[in-house]
C-alpha cells in the first residue's frame, strides 16, 4: 500500500532528478539605499501533472523521506550556475532544515557543490529555521562552525517563532538574524509588534549581528524598520521571489543604487599580498587573510610577533595564530556585510604582551570581499610600529 504522502514523496525524487524543481530568488536590500545585498534562494516544485506545489506541502514530506539534502544540493548546484554572470559581491542564502546540521556530512557536501561551480563560499549564507533545533547541540555546532570555517555565513531564520531562541542565539555561531515576517506585518497595527521589533533590531545589533526584517510589504514598514535603525529588509515591496532568468533584469532597475567606481586594475588578495610591504607603513605587523581565515601573507613584523623563532605563518589559519574563535569570524561576517569597522580587540604577542588586533575587510574594486587585513598594534606604541 501507497498512501499519499509516499506517492509525493517519490515525485519528488523523480523530479529533483529532472531539474523539476527550480530556485526561486528573492532580493534581500539595503533600506538605506536600495541596493541589492542578495538573494534568499527559494525551491518552487512544478509537477507536470499536479501543477505547482508549493514549499510549505513538500519540504515536510522532504525531511519525512530524507530527501533535503539532495533538494538542497540540487537548488545550490542549480542556482551557483545562473549567479555565475551576476555582480560578484552578492550573497545567495540557502534554507536549511533544523534536522540537516545534524548530519556530519552537510558542511562538505554543500562545499563540494559551490568548489564544482566555482562559487565562493563567502558569498554563501546559511538560514537555519529556529524551529525545531533539538536539545543536543553538539554535531549542529560542530556543522555550522566547519561552514564558518569555509567562509560561509550562517543566519538564524524567522526569529521569534521558536522556544529557547535566545539560547540558540548565544550557543550557535550566527552572523545574522532574520526577524519573522508576522512581527513586521503586524507592526503598523499593533503596538506591541512594532516595540517587539525594535527589541528585536536592538537586540541582534548589541550581539554585533546583521539583522534582516521579512515580509515587508509596505513603505510605512520599511519607514519604521529605518527609523529603528535597522538596516536589511526583504520583502514584496522589494521584489517578489523571481526565476533565475529575471534576476539580471530586476539587478538593472536596483542598480541606479550602486555604480562601480570605474577602477579597472583586478585588486586580487594575491595582489594585495604582493604589495604589503608597500602599502603598509614599514614595521607594521599586518597579515593577509583569505574569507575563511587561512593567512595568505605576512609582514616580518607580524611573524615577529607570533613566533619568537620566526616560523612560517602563511598558510595557517588565523585561529590558531590569534585565538579568533568561531564567534569571532561569524562576528566579523555581521560588521562587512553592515559595512562597519569591526572593534578592536586584545591579543598576546609570543612575548607575552598586550596588542591590540584590528582586522579590516579588504574588498576588490566591485566590493566583493577577498579576505581581511590583521593588523596587530603594540598599545605602548600607538603608531603601530612592532619594533
Ligand atoms: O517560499 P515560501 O514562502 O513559499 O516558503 C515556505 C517555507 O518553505 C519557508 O519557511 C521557507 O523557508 C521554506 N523553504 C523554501 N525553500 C526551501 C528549501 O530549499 N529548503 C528548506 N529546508 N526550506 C525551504
Ligand atoms: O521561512 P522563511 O523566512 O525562509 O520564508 C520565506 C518566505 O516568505 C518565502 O517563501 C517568501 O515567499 C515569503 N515572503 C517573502 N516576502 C514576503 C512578503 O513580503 N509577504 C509575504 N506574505 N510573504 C513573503
Ligand atoms: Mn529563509
Avoid at 561552514?147 to 542565539?169: E, P, Q
Wanted: aromatic share 8%.
Amino acid at each position: 500500500m501507497v498512501n499519499a504522502d509516499q506517492l509525493l514523496a517519490r515525485r519528488l525524487l523523480a523530479a529533483l532528478a529532472s531539474g523539476g524543481v527550480e530556485p526561486f530568488f528573492q532580493p534581500i536590500v539595503s533600506l538605506d539605499d536600495g541596493h541589492v545585498l542578495g538573494f534568499e534562494v527559494l525551491a518552487r516544485w512544478h509537477d507536470p501533472e499536479q501543477g505547482f506545489i508549493g514549499p510549505d506541502q513538500f519540504i515536510p514530506i522532504a525531511d519525512r523521506f530524507g530527501l533535503l539534502d539532495r533538494l538542497l544540493d540540487q537548488l545550490m548546484r542549480a542556482a551557483f550556475s545562473a549567479a555565475a554572470d551576476w555582480p560578484h559581491n552578492i550573497f545567495l542564502g540557502f534554507n536549511v532544515s533544523p534536522t540537516q546540521p545534524r548530519n556530519p556530512e552537510l558542511a562538505t557536501r554543500i562545499a563540494k557543490a559551490a568548489i564544482d561551480s566555482s562559487f565562493p563560499l563567502s558569498r554563501v549564507h546559511i538560514e537555519v529555521t529556529e524551529n525545531g533545533f533539538i536539545d543536543d547541540l553538539t554535531q549542529p555546532r560542530c556543522t555550522l562552525d566547519r561552514l564558518i570555517n569555509l567562509g560561509c555565513m550562517i543566519a538564524m531564520d524567522d526569529f521569534g517563532t521558536g522556544y529557547s531562541s535566545l539560547t540558540w542565539l548565544s550557543t550557535l555561531p550566527f552572523s545574522k538574524l532574520k526577524i519573522d515576517a508576522s512581527f513586521v506585518m503586524a507592526m503598523e497595527d499593533h503596538r506591541q509588534s512594532r516595540k517587539i521589533v525594535d527589541a528585536v533590531v536592538g537586540l541582534g545589533h548589541s550581539l554585533g549581528l546583521a539583522v534582516v526584517a521579512e515580509g515587508v510589504e509596505t513603505a510605512g514598514q520599511a519607514d519604521l524598520l529605518r527609523g529603528m535603525g535597522c538596516k536589511l529588509a526583504q520583502g514584496y515591496l522589494f521584489g517578489r521571489p523571481t526565476p533565475a532568468h529575471q534576476v539580471p533584469n530586476a539587478l538593472r532597475q536596483f542598480a541606479s543604487a550602486r555604480q562601480n567606481g570605474g577602477l579597472s586594475a583586478p585588486m586580487s588578495l594575491e595582489v594585495r599580498a604582493d604589495r604589503l610591504d608597500e602599502d603598509y607603513a614599514p614595521g607594521t605587523a599586518v597579515a593577509l587573510m583569505d574569507p575563511a581565515g587561512t593567512v595568505v601573507a605576512s609582514s616580518k613584523a607580524f611573524d615577529r610577533t607570533m613566533d619568537a623563532n620566526g616560523a612560517e605563518v602563511a598558510g595557517r589559519h588565523i585561529w590558531d595564530l590569534i585565538g579568533v574563535t568561531p564567534e569571532t569570524m561569524a562576528q566579523l561576517r555581521a560588521t562587512d556585510l553592515l559595512d562597519e569597522p569591526f572593534p578592536a580587540f586584545d591579543g598576546s604577542a609570543a612575548d607575552g604582551s598586550t596588542v591590540q588586533v584590528h582586522i579590516r575587510p579588504v574588498k576588490d574594486e566591485s566590493s566583493e570581499l577577498v579576505g581581511y587585513s590583521v593588523e596587530y598594534r603594540d598599545i605602548s606604541n600607538p603608531a603601530g610600529l612592532a619594533s
